[in-house]
């Protein structure tokens, strides 16, 4: 039971992170929330499988609603570091690890880690 309490910690911190992410950019609307929701509801079967990707979940979370709103309305989030130039998304970076951030794979930028896009000066 204790470890199903932590995996349901671990889902609420990256729900949170990629929530306060999404605000920062002025996209937290209810359809796009419901993107975030569905990413959990998949992430959390997908650690009960494999119990060892819970440290992962920050970033799975980031790309699986990134994906999805490149889907349903584009780029998320445009790189803060390329202003003028050709607009792109900012990587999770790793991909699958421990620590993710956000990525400006123009520059090799490191932007800001997930959940602190919003406290960028
Ligand atoms: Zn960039």
């Known amino acids: 039971m204790e470890d199903m309490d932590q995996l349901e910690q671990a889902l609420h911190a990256g729900r949170a992170r990629v929530l306060a992410d999404l605000e920062s950019n002025e996209v937290a ?65 790793p991909e699958l690890g421990q620590d993710p951030h956000w990525v400006c794979a123009k520059t090799t930028t490191s932007v800001a880690p997930v959940g602190a896009l919003g406290r960028l000066p």
Do not use: K, N, T
Request: net charge negative.
């Open 29 to 93: 609307h209810a359809d796009v929330v419901s993107l975030v929701e569905e990413s959990v509801s998949h992430r959390r079967w997908w650690v009960e499988q494999w119990p060892e990707g819970v440290a992962f979940l920050d970033g799975l979370i980031a790309q699986d609603v990134q994906d999805g709103l490149l889907e349903r309305y584009g780029r998320w989030p445009l790189c803060p570091v390329c202003v003028g130039s050709e607009p792109h998304a900012l990587d999770i970076e």
